[in-house]
T-cell receptor, first 115, second 113 residues
Framework: NAGVTQTPKFQVLKTGQSMTLQCAQDMNHEYMSWYRQDPGMGLRLIHYSVGAGITDQGEVPNGYNVSRSTTEDFPLRLLSAAPSQTSVYFC??????????????FGAGSRLTVL | GNSVTQMEGPVTLSEEAFLTINCTYTATGYPSLFWYVQYPGEGLQLLLKATKADDKGSNKGFEATYRKETTSFHLEKGSVQVSDSAVYFCALSDNTNAGKSTFGDGTTLTVKP
């Protein structure tokens, strides 16, 4: 019963480097999303997807790319890391009930530091 | 756009004290409302939810009532324990936005023995 699995848990990058944060869920959830958590700013939505092949931007998409080739996986790519991207990143998924009560299941988080 | 405002923290209480964390929201339509809890070093997990006006969500001794007239969803617990120390997030899910959720800034609760 894995739920939402994120890797890596910790990562240190240098400015300008690229990397991919992995997210996988085994609950057959249609909806997947990426949030970043910064002190005093709650969770801010980066990108989301309502199904394989469909992605859209959230509140803070600049500097990040996503793709959704399968229902299970939703990787987040940083093409050229900047210190402003130092944060804790959470992947979350949910069933789309159509009634709005879309309870999110979160991964354990990935702490990224950009030097 | 949608927004959620939580009372500013942090909040420090003694064990067995009464807890209230205020939450108000702005949204179009009729959103669903949630409280999530984040324990140290972990991801968020659902604490309770309410999907329509006057619904009361409850779990682990925590309660919150969906008040449409005051656009509020305040979290309460009658007697907190040290194990309740965590960060609490109020959130809404807009029925028109395919499940996108908007979160408050979070309130850190510390309960001292």
């Amino acid at each position: 019963n894995a739920g939402v699995t994120q890797t890596p848990k910790f990562q240190v990058l240098k400015t300008g480097q690229s990397m991919t944060l992995q997210c996988a869920q085994d609950m057959n959830h249609e909806y997947m999303s990426w949030y970043r958590q910064d002190p005093g700013m709650g969770l801010r939505l980066i990108h989301y997807s309502v199904g394989a092949g469909i992605t859209d931007q959230g509140e803070v998409p600049n500097g990040y790319n996503v793709s959704r080739s399968t229902t299970e996986d939703f990787p987040l790519r940083l093409l050229s890391a900047a210190p402003s991207q130092t944060s804790v990143y959470f992947c979350a998924s949910s069933k789309m009930t159509g009634a709005g009560a879309n309870v999110l299941t979160f991964g354990a988080g990935s702490r990224l530091t950009v030097l | 756009g949608n927004s959620v405002t939580q009372m500013e923290g942090p909040v420090t209480l003694s064990e067995e004290a009464f807890l209230t964390i205020n939450c108000t929201y702005t949204a179009t339509g009729y959103p669903s409302l949630f409280w999530y809890v984040q324990y140290p070093g972990e991801g968020l997990q659902l604490l309770l939810k309410a999907t329509k006006a006057d619904d009361k969500g409850s779990n682990k001794g925590f309660e919150a009532t969906y008040r449409k007239e005051t656009t509020s969803f305040h979290l309460e617990k009658g007697s907190v324990q040290v194990s309740d120390s965590a960060v609490y997030f109020c959130a809404l899910s807009d029925n028109t936005n395919a499940g996108k959720s908007t979160f408050g800034d979070g309130t850190t609760l510390t309960v001292k023995p």
